[in-house]
């Protein structure tokens, strides 16, 4: 009798472990979905080697083990050099882990070399396929390139009428739209919303897309967006993807060719990023290697709240916005002459708007900035003020902008530019 107990206890203490094993590997079991980060570098120009030096960085780090619920996944377009455009590369899409200690890859996608990452084409069919092998996972996406903000494809290189025009067109018709390529090198080499090279009738031609056509282009819902590029660190920036990730990262101010810091990758790829402890660890190696940085995180629920204390704002002093010019001594986050990014907080106190609204505007910034932090000064420029957002300034003299700044969701829910 004792025995037929003893294998009837045995009988169920077998079945608890084994239910408890397929609980365990049962993924529906989980707190959490798998977390997939896809990094995304369009490095078909001047910054192939430097993206080159930021995934050697990232293979060094703390990667997933291959198998575990947690995906990084890289996808990279990189000329053979920093100066060979002619010779056209194919892009791919690659899970890299950990297997027994060793770096292991598996190519998931291969977009033909004819093709552009910064075609807002390939960037959802590279997302989609994304979707289609992970479905049901959570997502953030890390975009390194150029980039110019939030403002249209070319004007940062001084496109004129013609080509904006040409611009629409092309994209109207289903074709890649092409804008000269800058060559300065008078300028600094910094990381100037993407920007790869075609070359065609031997000339070189930039291939861009604006903020809309990358926020249209990303199929699935993020965690987290984090430009490492320059310039994107804009309150029109963050309000076109509020409703594409719950967080955005980036710089008002341009980015060093170094990139971000890969070194702990793996803060992003878990069941709970911490985004801002990446940036955080972004910005205290720059401040120890380089001295020149900024890095602003919003968290995209507490925007509309944000625009709302702004529109009112705007209307109230109306006349003395508009009358704020490039010379009113507002602090910027631009180089030499190109001056659509000025301070957002900055722009309302020059405005001259009380201390009761001044509070009312802190209040509003606090609640969407979850990390900031800036370097005294940023290569040329002094920063003694720095609300973690740039915005555009009206009157800073540069109408033929208004008519595009209109058609920004920054603009529809705030009315800055009338």
């Given at each position: 009798m004792r025995n037929i107990k003893a294998v009837i206890?045995?009988?169920?203490?077998?079945?608890?472990?084994?239910?408890?094993?397929?609980?365990?590997?049962d993924r529906s079991s989980y707190p959490q979905e798998d977390f997939v980060m896809v990094f995304y570098c369009a490095g078909f120009n001047d910054l192939s080697s430097d993206i080159r030096n930021n995934l050697e960085v990232l293979q060094k780090a703390n990667l997933p083990f291959k198998g575990s619920r947690h995906k990084l996944l890289t996808f990279t377009h990189l000329s053979v050099s920093d100066s060979d455009f002619k010779t056209l590369t194919p892009s791919h899409l690659v899970e890299i882990s950990k297997d027994f200690g060793k770096i292991h890859t598996d190519t998931l996608l291969t977009i033909d070399k004819t093709r552009f990452a910064t075609d807002p084409a390939v960037m959802r069919e590279v997302l989609e396929k994304v979707m289609e092998l992970y479905p049901g996972a959570r997502y953030?996406?890390?975009?390194?390139?150029?980039a110019t903000g939030w403002l249209p494809a070319g004007k940062?290189?001084?496109?004129?009428?013609?080509?904006?025009?040409?611009?629409?067109?092309?994209?109207?018709?289903?074709?890649?739209?092409?804008?000269?390529?800058?060559?300065n090198p008078d300028e600094p080499r910094v990381k100037s919303i993407g920007a790869e090279v075609k070359i065609q009738d031997n000339k070189k031609y930039s291939v861009e897309m604006t903020i809309q056509d990358m926020a249209s282009a990303i199929p699935m819902h993020l965690d987290y967006l984090l430009f490492d590029a320059c310039l994107m660190g804009g309150i029109e920036v963050a309000y076109e993807f509020k409703d594409v990730a719950d967080k955005v990262a980036f710089s008002p101010t341009e980015v060093l060719v170094f990139?971000?810091?890969?070194?702990?990758?793996?803060?992003?790829?878990?069941?709970?990023?911490?985004?801002?402890?990446?940036?955080?660890?972004?910005?205290?190696?720059y401040v120890q290697a380089h001295h020149d940085a900024t890095i602003t995180v919003t968290k995209s629920s507490a925007l509309p709240a944000l625009a709302q204390t702004c529109k009112t704002l705007f209307s109230k002093y109306r006349v003395n916005l508009d009358a704020l010019s490039i010379g009113s001594g507002i602090q910027p986050y631009f180089q030499g002459s190109h001056h659509w990014f000025y301070d957002?907080?900055?722009?309302?106190?020059?405005?001259?708007?009380?201390?009761?609204?001044?509070?009312?505007?802190?209040?509003?910034?606090?609640?969407?900035i979850s990390y900031k932090a800036n370097t005294p000064r940023f290569m040329s420029i002094t920063i003694n003020t720095y609300s973690g957002l740039s915005m555009y300034l009206p009157g800073a003299g540069d109408a033929s902008l208004n008519g595009f700044y209109k058609t920004l969701a920054w603009n529809k829910a705030t009315n800055l530019v009338e």
């Open positions: 206890f045995l009988s169920v203490l077998l079945a608890t472990i084994l239910c408890g094993c397929t609980k365990e590997s953030g996406l890390v975009f390194s390139s150029h940062y290189n001084n496109a004129s009428v013609l080509d904006l025009l040409q611009f629409s067109a092309r994209r109207n018709a289903g074709e890649l739209p092409l804008f000269r390529y800058n060559e990139g971000f810091d890969y070194s702990d990758v793996s803060t992003l790829v878990s069941d709970t990023p911490n985004i801002e402890g990446f940036c955080k660890a972004y910005y205290d190696s957002l907080q900055d722009i309302l106190l020059k405005a001259g708007i009380s201390i009761e609204d001044m509070a009312s505007l802190q209040l509003a910034l606090d609640s969407c």
